[in-house]
């Protein structure tokens, strides 16, 4: 049962990441391939992130993303870790 608790934390407190994400990609708008790039990202992953026709919560989901914003960005500015 504990193993069911901790998988059910960590998939909590990856969608409450991946929800960040959307938020923080949606702010982006147009400005997204440079916020990528500005981030980190390759230029060929940074291209395909922002010109994708798929929603921004499906975005989120993506190495692009994840890499641009890691869950230390959201530590650093003072939201707390949902998950034990």
Request: net charge positive; with cysteine; charged share 25%.
């Amino acid at each position: 049962m504990a193993d069911i608790d901790a998988l059910w934390d960590s998939n909590f407190a990856n969608g409450n990441t991946n929800w960040l994400r959307c938020y923080q990609w949606k702010q982006w708008g147009r400005a997204g391939y440079r916020e990528l790039r500005r981030r980190g990202v390759s230029v060929r992953d940074a291209w395909n992130t922002s010109k994708t026709a798929h929603s921004p919560w499906r975005i989120s989901k993506t190495p692009a993303l994840t890499l641009a914003l890691p869950r230390r960005t959201f530590q650093l500015i003072g939201l707390p870790e949902l998950a034990a």
